[in-house]
């Protein structure tokens, strides 16, 4: 039985569990062997629990409370009083007899014998009142079989002493040598053994009558607890047959509302399908028209001499002046956006069923954007390609969003933060354009005259590019930190929080964008260098050889010619474009 492993008892928790045998150990069924007792009071045997610890814890079989042991064995303490019960149990069952009439009678019949603890014999009832009664036994003190004192009990194990004397200090009997060792200011707390057993008797009956009002406690909490079990199986069969009702109205509803909402966006996508595919079919006629205007440009240029140019060159550019400046739709006439406010019809079908208040459309529909973006900030520049499952506006549509709410006039921070962003925008954009204005020249000279102007453009084109990245990286961290303050202000201000979201959002977008286009001109630059370092050196070469040979033929020339100036060569780069 050591070792093995018991699952706590299933009727533990049943009144009539209660009224087990108090020797009988709860884990083997039987009666107490070593008793040890644990730290929540649960008693069971050493061959029960030798085995169970675990990092020096004992887990209660019974209550699943752990207990601190130690030592070789790790078992708890002896339990000494049951260690006691036990031992008076096993000599109950033995037989003794009458030391005066020889009459023999088993030790658990309490009633029909008596025990001398002067004499250190037992008496049978009849003894007891004949040969005891006598004036010469007067002395001796005879109590019941059960409560004989034993030796041991007797005798202090230190001194071999008869015990005569019990301290309230510190709990224990005393013999004679052990009283004169003690000191004197613990005398004081020192009685006689008949005093104290009177004493612990009445505070033992007080302790008994507290126990006695806590078992009837438990026994009440037992019954209210059962009570409250029953209550409880019986309302999750109501809560749920409640639950399983009204998420079947709240299907059919939503079933319903469902319908409707999908046709209502079916219907907003044709319609705007048609004006954009109107449109479309619009740019589409035009770019052709551009396309053979652009084509007659170049094949102008390329055969018109001078005097044809200017006989109907003014009038191609009054032609394309007229192309420009007839009214195209360039931009969409209205937005992409499908918004049926089904969050708020969804809501609006449930509110008789969830008994919800009535709510404004656009507060709910401001609340759900705000939780919404709350907890999901923007990715941080690295992160690019995650930003697909985000919805942005582009950026004409950011701008205008802008002006709009700054025409509502007031003066909030999110109105201060798109003015100084609005600037730095411009400028950041601007930069951005005159370094790919600059990259987009150098790569025609390399692809169409294989030569270049200014070779140190380059590296002056990538260290700016280096430094814009740094001021956007700088600009995109400046709108970062205001996240926090902005959203405890879209927080307050639920009904302007949607279309701000989506300027801040567009805003982030835009940086992002810009920094993409950064990115790509940057790799485009580091790509390019190279060969215009390689186009360099040539150049460098081509122009010392053709200057040495300019010297040469200049030489023979004036040798030949000795009357005549020396031929001014032609400066390099002119003879390499010729």
């Known amino acids: 039985m050591s070792g093995d492993i018991f699952s706590p008892l299933d009727n533990l928790y049943d009144l009539d569990s209660a009224n087990c045998h108090p020797l009988v150990c709860h884990l083997c069924q039987e009666q107490y062997e070593h008793p040890c007792l644990l730290d929540c009071y649960h008693t069971f045997c050493a061959s029960c629990l030798r085995g169970r610890a675990v990092d020096s814890r004992l887990t209660c079989p019974l209550c699943g409370h752990q207990s601190v042991v130690k030592g070789i064995n790790a078992l708890p303490p002896e339990d000494r009083l049951l260690k006691f019960l036990v031992d008076s149990s096993a000599d109950s069952e033995e037989t003794v007899q009458c030391a005066n009439c020889d009459l023999e009678c088993k030790k658990q019949d309490v009633d029909a014998m008596y025990y001398c603890n002067t004499c250190c014999q037992p008496l049978c009832r009849d003894c007891r009142e004949t040969t005891h009664k006598a004036k010469m036994f007067s002395c001796h003190e005879i109590v019941s ?126 319609e705007k399908e048609r004006a954009f595919k109107e449109q479309l079919s619009h740019l589409a006629a035009l770019l052709p028209t551009l396309q053979v205007h652009l084509v007659t440009c170049s094949a102008f240029l390329s055969s018109a001499n001078k005097f044809e140019f200017l006989d109907m060159g003014y009038q191609l ?40 208040g009535q709510r404004r459309s ?64 411009r400028t950041l954009q601007t930069e951005i354009q005159k370094l790919k204005d600059q990259v987009q020249e150098i790569h025609r000279d390399l692809t169409k005259h294989h030569s270049l102007s200014k070779p140190d453009t380059m590296n ?25 303050m902005f959203e405890e202000i879209w ?67 004036w040798d030949a010619h000795p009357g005549h100036e020396a031929p001014v060569p032609p400066h390099p780069k002119d003879a390499l474009l010729g």
């Open 460 to 484: 002056e084109i990538l260290e700016r590019s280096i430094q814009v990245d740094r001021q956007i990286s700088s600009e995109y961290s400046s709108v970062e930190l205001m996240r926090a």
């Open 491 to 557: 927080e307050e201000t639920l009904q302007r929080v949607a279309n701000e979201q989506e300027i801040y959002e567009a805003q982030i977008h835009d940086l992002l964008q810009l920094k993409q286009e950064n990115s790509y001109l940057t790799t485009i630059s580091r790509q390019i260098g190279p060969y215009i370092r390689s186009i360099a050196k040539v150049k460098e070469r081509l122009e010392h050889r053709y200057w040495r040979h300019l010297v040469a033929v200049g030489g023979d020339l």
């Open 145 to 270: 079989l059960a409560k004989r004192t034993k030796e041991a009990h007797k005798k202090c194990a230190l001194h071999e002493e008869l015990y005569i004397m019990f301290s309230t200090e510190k709990k224990s009997m005393l013999c004679i040598n052990c009283f004169r060792d003690t000191q004197v200011e613990s005398r004081a707390h020192c009685i006689d053994i008949e005093t104290a057993y009177i004493q612990g008797c009445e505070k033992l009956d007080q302790a008994v009558l507290a126990v006695k009002e806590l078992q009837t406690s438990a026994r009440e909490a037992i019954i209210l607890l059962k009570a409250m079990i029953g209550e409880v199986r019986a309302n999750v069969d109501e809560e749920e047959s409640a639950i399983c009702t009204l998420f079947n109205n709240m299907q059919e509803r939503l079933a319903e509302r469902k319908k409707i909402l999908l046709k209502a966006a079916q219907s907003q996508h044709e």
């Open 362 to 425: 656009l507060s709910t529909t401001g609340i759900y954007l705000f939780k919404q973006t709350k907890y999901c900030h923007s990715p941080a520049m690295s992160d690019l390609s995650l930003c697909s499952s985000v919805v942005h506006r582009p950026t004409s549509h950011r701008y205008i969003s802008t002006k709009v709410l700054l025409a509502e006039g007031g003066e909030t921070p999110f109105m201060e933060h798109c003015c100084n962003y609005e600037n730095s925008y």
């Open 317 to 356: 550019m009054e032609r394309l002046k007229k192309i420009v400046k007839l009214p195209h739709r360039l931009k969409p006439a209205q937005s992409s956006k499908i918004n049926t406010e089904y969050r708020s019809e969804f809501a609006r079908c449930l509110e008789p069923l969830l008994l919800l």
